[in-house]
């Protein structure tokens, strides 16, 4: 790794500014999820222990440049100390004499949290004054949040070439983890694909079938990947403008030995709702009126086939409409199989995205998959081999 972590800098008696990402849902102003605060606690913590005086930076929502109350990181005070198990100060800005008295006064074991830092429009455009404005509240810069990582902002990107820089835990675990996974892997690698699009993973598809040896495809992408091959796939979600490009994946993909993995039978329904009434057919026999929401058992057996064969696994995205029952059999049988191999050390198993990690949780394989990340855009981007600007600023 060409970046530093928090064991490589000095932090006694130093003010380290650390890039978090808190922004959790509230509703009546209570946080209803606090699962990204829980996780950024590592890293405050050992600043704490190292003498260090943790500040932290962070965005919540969209203000668009605006001071709006509601967005306010004040109101994130009372979680916070909760998971720091320490008081939190707080100030009103994120630069300017505000914020550089507060820093001045924390004292050692408090933790600063400063203002939003997207109610400066500048934040967004990656602004070096405002950058710098921040930097001279700190001496050491850290950076925690890989889910904003994929964003060039003052607070991501040009604050880290102004002041000795380094990962947080959080941002720690998500590279090794990623690194893991497609930098230098176990082989076989799969890596399991699902969601809706073909057009939002074009990049994601191209990057994979370089890296991985299978390639198992699901959701409303595998239908578009069925209609490509010349099958039926009566009203099913897919993008029909999108056969060629399928195509000329499956070309790609064979040229260079990765193996696309497509459902062999499929649960078909003609309503889109919980307990529709269903049957399962063979994939090139789907009918006319029917919807194609999930991979049948003889698809789920070959997915297990796959994994078992598998030393490495990268997930994004659900293989059928996992919200519906009884439409998340394929998605849940795969993801406790790979929990499981995980579990007896047999397979290394990665995954992000929104709609993944709710399958995940969902299905209950969450707590044995060796990572999860929180990231969404920026874990995708990773996947799609693109350098993240917030990550190549620590180097």
Request: with cysteine; aromatic share 4%.
């Amino acid at each position: 790794m060409s970046w530093k972590t928090l064991d490589d800098m000095d932090l006694n008696g130093k003010r380290v500014l650390v890039r978090v990402d808190i922004n959790v849902p509230i509703v009546d102003g209570v946080v209803t999820d606090s699962t990204r605060i829980r996780r950024i606690a590592p890293s405050v913590r050992d600043i704490l222990a190292a003498g260090g005086k943790p500040i932290l930076l962070a965005h919540f929502g969209r203000p668009g440049g605006e001071r709006r109350e509601n967005l306010s990181l004040n109101q994130l005070i009372p979680t916070l100390e909760r998971a720091f198990e320490t008081r939190v100060l707080f100030a009103a800005d994120c630069v300017g004499a505000g914020a550089q008295a507060a820093a001045d006064a924390l004292q050692p074991g408090e933790v600063l949290l400063l203002e939003n830092t997207r109610f400066h429009a500048a934040e967004t455009k990656n602004d070096p004054d405002l950058a710098e404005g921040m930097a001279k509240l700190g001496e050491i810069y850290c950076n925690d949040a890989f889910s904003a990582a994929h964003r060039a902002h003052s607070s991501t990107e040009a604050i880290a070439r102004l002041l000795p820089a380094c990962a947080g835990r959080l941002m720690q675990a998500e590279l090794e983890a990623l690194e893991t996974a497609l930098g230098a892997p176990n082989r076989p690698v799969t890596a399991v694909v699902g969601g809706a699009k073909v057009s939002s993973k074009l990049e994601l598809l191209g990057n994979l079938i370089e890296k991985v040896d299978y390639l198992i495809i699901g959701g409303g992408m595998a239908n578009t990947f069925l209609a490509a091959k010349g099958m039926n796939i009566g009203k099913s979600l897919a993008e029909r403008i999108m056969k060629e490009t399928a195509l000329e994946i499956m070309a790609k993909a064979d040229a260079l030995n990765c193996k696309i993995i497509l459902p062999k039978d499929i649960v078909v329904a003609e309503k889109f709702e919980s307990h529709a009434p269903h049957l399962i057919v063979d994939a090139d026999h789907c009918p006319d009126e029917g919807m194609i929401l999930d991979a049948g058992p003889e698809s789920i057996a070959e997915i297990s086939r796959v994994l078992e064969s598998s030393k490495t696994l990268i997930w994004n995205g659900p293989l059928g409409a996992f919200e519906l029952e009884p439409f998340d059999a394929a998605t849940n049988a795969a993801a406790l199989k790979a929990a499981a191999l995980t579990r007896s050390g047999q397979i290394v198993s990665v995954a992000g995205g929104g709609d993944t990690v709710a399958a995940l949780n969902a299905s209950g394989a969450a707590a044995d998959f060796t990572y999860i990340s929180t990231a969404g855009g920026a874990f995708l981007e990773w996947m799609e081999g693109k350098t993240l600007p917030g990550v190549a600023a620590l180097s």
